[in-house]
């Protein structure tokens, strides 16, 4: 399987209140039209300087539309830290992302995607944002674990999903564990 | 080969004699808690995998504390309290400490061993990262997302990877100017915000032990920031006795094996650390507060789960009593029990209460306030360019408001004596 797309690139330590701030929280994740609200202003929080690297200054969601028109986020190290707000991944979803490479994931962040199944949170080996610019075009391989950037034609290995890959293959905790009869047991038990 | 406490908990509650850091097992839950951010969300998802008419597991586990956006006219805040209230109504939730009645309480991490609800060898999940706090109670503790939640509501388990467990020993006195926000900004200075991803963090030594139940968990408080799994502080007689007088339950305290296996092991001396600061914008970067008394701030902030404790207010007020501050200083106490508490704690016969008032710092309603920013009519949130010293937990970009804000993140101490000066200020100054 593949993902294919353009990339918004971020530095280390990219944390909730950047994916989504907290002003925005009130939305209703589960009413359309609030839901949508979450795509509009995902990654809002990211300082203008960092918008985009290396230059900045590039909004990941242009002004009235609620998608983004980059499909994969590279970030280095610590993606996803500070609070366990599931809007994080959620927002990134319905902005339309499909994967996020990151070196390391704070686990609250990482356990959200998964569990919630909203994203690909996928580990580089490396620290590779640096070798990426926003804009640039994509494709990640995950038969082969590795992600190339098209524009320059260099490409990088990724972690393979590990113990997680249950869940992501499964597309989230509540079908993983219909899966393995689980929740059936659990519902059956309270008729 | 022993276990750690964290260890121990889990594999009691896997049904397992030992379990192994790395693997990941079902635990069973014996608290799920959640507020009025994520509360709406996981509810909503619960409905959806288990049926509209579908019953929680269990409903004297589950507690429900909203306490983030409370005082503000934002009707989408408001609504998501409303949908708290219908649920727990539907569900027949005891445990529900709604806005507006005489049980509201205020900001859940407090308001939760307040009730007697973090007790030592449980398993605790809430909707919240900062969910970390009850680990000073010797249990395990951790914040989840909605859908990890909704889960628990429907099955009363959640998988969990078993962390391994890094440890902090701080021996020698603590000095009456060192507070826990002091050591474990320390902690996250020298390890950073990703120092301990994945892991417990355990605070042991006879610095650690001197410290009282509110302070302790200040230091499990901000496991988070370090990219911490859980805190934990092994349970002794203040424990115990502390839980005794609130918790309806009976619990098993547990302590390391002899034998215990610890990831790495760090040693500090208490008496040699000085008052610490975290500059803009990372709770990693610490720097002695005498090193940045030529940083000239707007405003202080003094509360949340971090900072917003009667301790906490009792360490501010040390220093207030009897001087004016030079910059707007907002008090936001934690919990309706601490803002009791600032009426009925004195010193020199004056009430907290009145020596803040006197001192000419604005005195908030008990809930996370401009911790978090919150909406724009949110009392001490920051709305443009201003500089703060405040006692919270994180000084991310926005994290207060603006984005173009700056927030130093500091102890009670600090803060206060930053109030009175107008810079950031060692608060050695203030205590001969
Ligand atoms: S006081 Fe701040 S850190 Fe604590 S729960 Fe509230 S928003 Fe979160």
């Known amino acids: 399987m593949t993902i294919t797309g353009r990339v918004y690139v971020v530095g280390d330590n990219v944390d909730t209140d950047q994916i989504i701030p907290a002003r925005h929280l009130v939305y209703n994740t589960h009413s359309p039209e609030e839901r949508k609200l979450f795509g509009k202003y ?28 980059f499909y994969i986020v590279v970030g280095g190290k610590n993606f996803g830290c500070g609070s366990s707000r599931e809007h994080a991944p959620l927002a990134l979803q319905v902005a339309g992302v499909k994967a996020v490479i990151a070196q390391s994931y704070a686990r609250i962040f990482y356990r959200n995607s ?55 293959n499964a597309g989230g905790i509540f079908s993983y564990a219909r899966k393995i009869g689980m929740i059936k047991a659990v519902v059956s038990a309270n008729v | ?37 994520t ?12 049926g509209e008419k579908a019953k929680i597991w269990d409903n004297d586990k589950v507690v429900v504390i909203p306490d983030h956006y409370i005082f503000t006219e934002d009707q989408h805040a408001k609504r998501n309290v409303e949908f708290l209230r219908s649920f727990a109504h539907e569900q027949d939730i005891e ?15 407090v308001a939760l061993p307040e009730e007697g609800f973090a007790r030592p060898g449980e398993v605790l999940f809430g909707t919240d990262s900062h969910t970390c706090t009850a680990g000073a109670f010797g249990e395990f503790a951790t914040g989840i997302g909605n859908t990890d939640a909704a889960f628990i509501l429907g099955t009363g388990k959640l998988w969990v990877k078993i962390p391994s467990t890094a440890r902090f020993v701080f021996d020698g006195e603590m000095p009456d100017y060192l507070m826990a926000k002091d050591l474990i ?93 975290a500059k803009p914008h990372s709770p990693e970067n610490a720097e002695p507060a005498e090193n940045l008394s030529d940083v000239k701030v707007d405003q202080v902030y003094i509360g949340s789960c971090t900072g917003g404790k009667l301790t906490d ?55 996370c306030g401009a911790c978090l920013g919150g909406p724009d009519d949110t009392f001490g949130r920051l709305n443009g360019e201003e500089i703060c010293v405040s006692t919270t ?35 050695r100054k203030y205590l001969a």
Request: glycine share 10%; aromatic share 6%; proline share 4%.
């Open chain 2, 185 to 277: 900004l320390k902690i996250i200075g020298d390890i950073g915000v990703d120092g301990a991803s994945y892991q417990a963090m355990e605070f042991a030594g006879d610095a650690v032990q001197s410290l009282n139940i509110e302070e302790r968990m200040t230091l499990c408080n901000m496991v988070i920031e370090a990219g911490g799994k859980n805190g934990v502080i092994a349970p002794d007689d203040r424990t115990v006795e502390y839980v005794k007088a609130r918790s309806r339950k009976a619990f098993t305290p547990v302590q390391n094996d002899t034998d215990a296996v610890f990831a790495s092991e760090r040693k500090y001396d208490a008496s040699k650390l000085r008052p610490m600061v």
């Open chain 2, 39 to 50: 509360g709406p969300g996981t509810i909503s998802i619960f409905k959806k995998e288990f």
């Open chain 1, 42 to 69: 995902a990654m809002s929080g990211v300082p203008d300087e960092e918008s985009g690297l290396p230059n900045g200054g590039i909004k990941f969601v242009n002004e009235g539309s609620y998608e983004s028109e």
């Open chain 1, 114 to 168: 998964v569990d919630g199944g909203f994203l690909m949170p996928l580990e580089s080996v490396d620290n590779i944002h640096k070798s990426f610019s926003t804009g640039d075009h994509a494709v990640i391989d995950l038969g082969n674990n590795s992600i190339t950037n098209s524009t320059t034609g260099e490409s990088f290995n990724l972690r393979s999903l590990g113990d997680a890959a249950d869940i992501v």
């Open chain 2, 313 to 367: 207010f009792i360490a501010a007020a040390r220093i207030l009593n009897g001087r004016k501050t030079a910059v707007d200083t907002f008090i936001v106490p934690a919990t309706t029990d601490v803002a009791k508490g600032l009426l009925e704690k004195k010193i020199d016969g004056k009430p907290l209460r009145t020596i803040f008032e006197e001192a000419g710092c604005r005195i908030g309603n008990a809930t």
């Open chain 2, 95 to 109: 445990n529900f400490y709604d806005v507006g009645t005489p049980r509201y309480k205020g900001v859940c991490h």
């Open chain 2, 1 to 37: 080969m022993g276990m750690t406490i964290t260890e121990k908990i889990l594999a009691k509650h896997a049904g397992r004699d030992r379990v192994t850091p790395g693997e990941n097992v079902w635990v069973d839950v014996d608290i799920l808690l959640t507020h009025d951010v």
């Open chain 2, 393 to 427: 937990n994180r000084n991310f970009p926005g994290r207060m408001g603006s984005k173009k804000s700056q927030v130093f993140l500091a102890s009670p101490l600090t803060a206060a004596a930053t109030a009175v000066t107008g810079k950031i200020t060692d608060p």
